[in-house]
């Protein structure tokens, strides 16, 4: 496997940045997917924001000042695409994001590509709840096992507010499971 730095080299080059770029797909494409799956919940809408996440890192890698990890740069991308199609579509819905986020989330049961059981739906509609930013972090922390520094370069947040934010979001996580 290649290192990242020599990654990013060859992202860079022009000549070997479309082969790069494939391999660049094929290490980061699925944790990129549910990453972005679990904010936009629908499985067509995350293939249309992880392909814009891709289009985006592919421009924009001559930018890339190396002063993060690739993957915390590519994950910012995508939260980013991720958050901005959510806006959009709430907009267009003329209802607040948490609102929009919330009838996606209900809507779950009804996907033929979701198959978790009756717990992940309490789950999913207890994150439902919470507000974006608390939901954000719960995801990056509980289900994709980031560090808190880690999220603090994503998010552009300290440390200790994210901690905060995931103790909140897991209390409440907590206190609407027991009243469900």
Same mark, same amino acid.
């Given at each position: 496997?290649?290192n ?8 860079k ?13 094929r ?18 809408d ?30 910012? %991308? $995508? ?6 199609? &959510?806006?959009? @579509?709430? *907009? ?6 948490? =609102? ?12 033929e ?13 207890? %994150? $439902? ?6 939901? &954000?972090?719960? @995801?990056? *922390?509980?289900?994709?096992?980031l560090?808190? =520094? ?5 998010l ?20 609407? %499971?027991?009243?469900y």
């Open positions: 496997m290649i990242e730095e020599q990654l990013i080299a060859n992202l080059n022009s000549k070997t940045a479309s082969k790069a770029f494939d391999e660049l797909v290490l980061y494409k699925e944790r990129l997917y549910w990453h972005i799956r679990k904010i936009v919940i629908n499985h067509d995350t293939d249309d924001v992880l392909q814009n996440t891709f289009i985006k890192v592919y421009k924009n890698i001559g930018g890339f000042k190396e002063e993060s990890k690739l993957f915390s740069w590519m994950y910012r %991308i $995508a939260t980013n695409e991720a958050i901005t199609f &959510l806006n959009k @579509n709430a *907009k267009k819905s003329n209802v607040p994001i948490e =609102e929009y986020q919330k009838e996606l989330r209900s809507s779950l049961q009804d996907d590509l979701f198959d978790g059981d009756t717990i992940q739906i309490i789950l999913q509609k207890a %994150i $439902a709840e919470l507000p974006h930013k608390q939901q &954000l972090v719960f @995801n990056m *922390k509980y289900f994709d096992e560090k808190y =520094e880690e999220m603090s370069e994503i552009d947040t300290s440390v200790g507010a994210l901690k905060a934010s995931y103790h909140h979001a897991v209390k409440k996580i907590e206190s609407y %499971i027991k009243n």
